[in-house]
């Protein structure tokens, strides 16, 4: 019989999508009031990868990523999925969002985003939500799998997370 482990702290970061001129300032200190300071930030670029939310929120959607410099118990990942799901509801406006948020966490081994919808390689976290592992970090660099989405597989995303990995690893090694 395999003996019980505490489970290590892990490296929060969320995925930020918002519509043309919405302002992301508010968004990043609700999420830093949850989650503590922001530590570092992708570009924001234009988000060509899917028309999946153009009905919802229209075209010219921006993306960037963030990270948080305190690690987290990764249990906690559903109740952040909960978190900013709300955070979505309250800045939405009849109906529509206007940002998307795509919470996760990064380890030495993997990058996982929680998401409310089941599939085939996704696991329940409990309270309907589920973990999903979009990146792998194998010989030496994270690597997409078939399902990955296809900005987590950009050259962008690869270098963001894996800095990300590398400030992690630096933490978790302190003692």
Same mark, same amino acid.
């Given at each position: 019989?395999?003996q ?8 929060p ?6 519509v ?9 200190r ?13 570009r924001? $670029?234009?988000? +060509?990868?899917?028309?999946?939310y #153009?009905?919802?929120m229209?075209?010219? &959607? ?5 990270? /948080? ?5 990764p ?9 900013t ?14 940002v998307?948020l ?8 993997k ?7 089941? $599939?085939?390689? +996704?696991?329940?976290l409990?309270? #309907? ?5 979009? &990146? ?5 660099? /994270? ?19 894996t ?5 992690f ?7």
């Amino acid at each position: 019989m395999g003996q019980l482990h505490e489970t290590l702290p892990v490296k929060p970061v969320c995925g930020v999508m918002a519509v043309p001129g919405f302002a992301l300032y508010p968004v990043f200190r609700k999420l830093e009031a949850r989650l503590g300071p922001i530590e570092d930030r992708s570009r924001t $670029f234009p988000f +060509r990868f899917s028309d999946y939310y #153009r009905k919802e929120m229209g075209d010219s &959607l921006e993306k960037c990523w963030v990270s /948080f410099r305190m690690l987290m118990p990764p249990e906690e990942l559903s109740e952040l999925k909960r978190f900013t799901n709300d955070l979505e509801s309250e800045l939405s406006v009849e109906g529509r969002r206007r940002v998307n948020l795509d919470p996760g966490y990064v380890t030495a081994a993997k990058l996982v985003l929680a998401s409310t919808k089941d $599939f085939a390689h +996704r696991v329940c976290l409990g309270g #309907r939500i589920y973990g999903d592992v979009q &990146l792998r970090y194998i010989r030496g660099a /994270f690597r997409p799998s078939d399902w990955t989405y296809p900005d987590y597989s950009s050259g962008e995303a690869l270098a963001f997370f894996t800095r990300v990995r590398e400030r992690f690893q630096t933490q978790e090694k302190k003692p």
